[in-house]
């Protein structure tokens, strides 16, 4: 069974910046396309950026583009999110989701499409 462990979120100014990590166990992590999403309070869970199984191809929010970069370590079954400038507007739990049934430069971007998910990490972002 597919296993999701997100770490790295927590409070920071606006301006600031974090890392998210999610690291993938229990089936092989190359096989699984893999995306963020967020939830703020009151609000659907929403798409913030994804990657292909193999990382080439990446695919991001208009909100967050430019600002927020995913990667992926196949090596270490990890997947990341570096967020920088962030602002008020991005506070929310941040998920990862992966996805087992996406081609090999595929990102879906829905959250339905995503079979596996992490608990989540919180990310506050003060004014």
């Known amino acids: 069974q597919v296993q999701l462990v997100e770490s790295g979120g927590g409070l920071v100014q606006a301006g600031g910046s974090l890392r998210l990590s999610c690291v993938f166990s229990?089936?092989?992590?190359?096989?699984?396309?893999m995306a963020w999403f967020r939830q703020a309070p009151g609000k659907e869970r929403e798409f913030v950026a994804g990657?292909?199984?193999?990382?080439?191809?990446?695919y991001y929010a208009d909100s967050v583009k430019v600002r927020f970069t995913i990667s992926r370590d196949n090596a270490k079954n990890t997947v990341y999110l570096q967020m920088n400038s962030l602002k008020p507007e991005d506070t929310a739990v941040y998920y990862c989701?992966?996805?087992?049934?996406?081609?090999?430069?595929?990102?879906?971007?829905?959250?339905?499409?995503?079979?596996?998910w992490g608990q989540g990490t919180q990310v506050t972002v003060s004014s």
């Open positions: 229990g089936r092989t992590f190359g096989y699984y396309a």
């Open positions: 989701g992966a996805d087992a049934n996406s081609n090999p430069v595929q990102i879906p971007t829905t959250r339905r499409e995503y079979d596996y």
């Open positions: 990657i292909s199984r193999s990382g080439g191809s990446t």
